[in-house]
Nanobody
């Protein structure tokens, strides 16, 4: 099983930037997808961004509409780490962010086989 360890997050003013990272430890499949979900109080956990790895090379990326142009997901396969660069942050980005891992090319809640511990991102207005 893959273990995920997150770092980053914190408190920032609106318009600011934060970076999240997630390191994966354990046996992974030849094709897999990592990404970030977020969950605000009273709301469902939702996918923010994901990136697929195929035979060691980063493949397709996905972004939720509200973060397009503001968030960038990247992956360093040599370090087994995925990054989420967040800029132009808005108060509505406030949530707990969870790193997630899935085998294959899909990353829905049902596909996730490993979750990170979660890290809080708070954007003040």
């Amino acid at each position: 099983q893959v273990q995920l360890v997150e770092s980053g997050g914190g408190l920032v003013q609106a318009g600011g930037s934060l970076n999240l990272s997630c390191s994966a430890d354990g046996r992974r499949t030849r094709i897999d997808t990592m990404g970030w979900f977020r969950q605000a109080p009273g709301r469902e956990r939702a996918l923010v961004a994901s990136i697929t790895r195929i035979q060691g090379n980063s493949g397709n990326t996905y972004y939720e509409d509200s973060v397009k142009g503001r968030f960038t997901i990247s992956r360093d396969s040599a370090k087994n780490t995925v990054y989420l660069q967040m800029s132009s942050l808005k108060p509505e980005d406030t949530a707990t962010y969870y790193c997630a891992y899935a085998t294959g090319i899909r990353l829905t809640v049902k596909d996730v086989v490993s979750w990170g511990q979660g890290t809080q991102v708070t954007v003040s207005s």
